[in-house]
């Protein structure tokens, strides 16, 4: 049995690999063989509905259309209506749900109970490589203030301090949001801090995927979520926030409750505990919702 998937593309590149993580949970999961094709952001829903062009033309029928953020919605929909198919929108569609044949949407966005949506715990996430993880490697990743929290640089500061206060050979690595100089302002020559401009491809991946202990500032939820991929202790840097009702800080605190992060700044040792693999128990939902064989 084969299966055939066009991945929509937008452009955004986190937006990517989110569903570059589902079609590889598909991969992982499927009782049979995969096809996978890329649909290049140029290919517009008007330019598929009316004028597909020899390329797209030219791949096999999908069984799944499978794209992420709001530019790729549309050439889904048209795709489907020209070529067949089940699309499948990853994060809230913007769109009524209806028009989609399933959505995989993060439960800290509180999507409705729909029967074609799949709930995540949190963005979806390529896997990590297994066995590079380096005993004694800390990873420090900053945020900035958002819609949901406040920048308490104070407070923020002293739980960095007490963190690089443990002999671990600490990388500190800053975001957009984070606020300039904040860097700068952290004790330790031996401390290695990276500025998320001078960062490679691929640079965050390695990190993640090397270092024993992980903390995240918890305004970066989809960061912290990232973080869950790898094997590695995650803690989280506390962050006032905005308003009782926050979805962000809801979603953070159950993972606190579930014991997957901790936000004990002293907390010796490992959590011993295995990646979170949303991207795999998704595609296994979406298989097991179609009818098809899942591992």
């Known amino acids: 049995m084969q299966l055939t998937v066009w991945r929509f593309l937008d452009g955004n590149r986190a937006h990517e690999k ?88 993060p439960e800290h966005d509180r999507p409705p109970p729909l029967p ?22 800390g990873l420090i990743l900053l945020g900035g203030p958002s819609k949901h929290y406040v920048w308490d640089s104070v407070s923020i500061h002293q739980q960095v301090e007490q963190l690089l206060a443990r002999p671990l050979d600490w990388s500190v690595s800053d975001s957009r949001r984070t606020p300039e100089g904040t ?8 401390v290695q801090r990276v500025d998320w401009r001078s960062c490679p491809p691929g640079w965050l991946q390695k990190q993640l995927s090397e270092a024993e202990t992980i903390w995240v500032t918890e305004d970066s939820i989809s ?20 308003s009782r009702s926050n979805k962000v800080r809801s979603a953070v605190q159950r993972l606190l409750d579930q014991g997957r992060v901790t936000d004990r ?6 959590i011993k505990r295995q990646p979170l693999d949303q991207y795999l128990v998704c595609a296994r939902a979406l298989l097991q919702r179609c009818g098809l064989p899942a591992s």
């Open 18 to 105: 989110q569903s570059a993580a589902l079609v590889e949970g598909i991969r992982r999961s499927f009782g049979g063989e995969l096809q996978a094709f890329d649909i290049p952001s140029e290919y517009s829903a008007g330019r598929i509905f009316l004028n597909p062009g020899e390329w797209l033309g030219a791949c096999p029928r999908p069984d799944f259309l499978i794209g992420t953020g709001r530019r790729s919605r549309l050439p889904m929909l048209s795709a489907r209506y020209r070529f067949g198919g089940r699309t499948v929108a990853i994060n809230r569609p913007l769109l009524p749900y209806r028009l989609f044949d399933f959505a995989i949407v």
């Open 116 to 137: 074609n949506v799949i709930l995540s715990q949190g963005a979806l996430t390529e896997p990590l490589p297994n066995d590079a993880l380096q005993v004694g490697k």
């Open 183 to 190: 860097l700068e302002l952290l004790s330790g020559s031996d």
């Open 223 to 242: 960061m912290l979520f990232e973080s869950l991929q790898s094997r590695a202790q995650v803690g989280v840097i506390r962050v006032p926030s905005r």
């Open 265 to 270: 700044l002293l907390a010796g040792g490992g």
